[in-house]
C-alpha cells in the first residue's frame, strides 16, 4: 500500500468512527440530537478530506463542507449535486458544540436529515475513491 492510499485510509477510519456514533446515538434512548449532528457533520468533512488526499490535494484546516466540495469541483463536476445539503450541514460543525439556541432547536427530523446527508456524501466519496484503486 503506498502512503496516498495509507493517509486516505485513516481518514477514512476516522470517519467512520464518527458515523459509527451517529448511528449509535440515532437509535439509542437518549435525545443527543446536537451530539449527533456534530459528528454526521464531522464523518462528512473527513469522508470529502479522505477523497481530497486520495486525490493528492492536501486538505485545508477548515469545517465548512460546501468550500471542500467548490475546491474539488474541477476533478468531480458531478460534486455540485452536493452543495445544498452540504452547506445544510456545515451548520453543525461549531455552533453545536457549544451551548446556543442552536440546541434548542435541533429536532430528530434533523438528526435523521443530518444522518442522512453524511451518508449520501460518504457513498460519494467511497465511489470516487474506489476508481482510484
Keep these: 500500500m503506498n502512503k496516498l492510499h495509507k493517509n486516505t485510509d485513516a481518514w477514512k477510519k476516522k470517519a467512520e468512527n464518527d458515523l459509527t456514533v451517529v448511528s449509535d446515538l440515532f437509535d439509542s434512548e437518549h435525545d443527543l440530537f446536537d451530539i449527533i449532528c456534530f459528528h454526521a457533520q464531522q464523518g462528512a468533512e473527513k469522508y470529502l478530506k479522505a477523497l481530497m488526499v486520495d486525490n493528492g490535494l492536501t486538505p485545508p484546516k477548515i469545517h465548512d463542507l460546501g468550500q471542500l466540495l ?52 460518504k457513498i460519494f466519496c467511497l465511489k470516487k475513491m474506489e476508481n482510484n484503486y
Excluded at 93 to 113: G, H, M
Aim: avoid cysteine.
Design 70 to 121: 467548490k475546491l474539488m469541483k474541477k476533478l468531480f463536476p458531478e460534486i455540485k449535486e452536493l452543495y445544498s445539503n452540504a452547506n445544510w450541514l456545515s451548520r453543525f460543525a461549531v455552533e453545536s458544540r457549544y451551548p446556543s439556541a442552536l440546541d434548542l432547536s435541533i429536532t430528530k427530523q434533523d438528526t435523521q436529515k443530518a444522518k442522512n446527508i453524511a451518508e449520501k456524501i
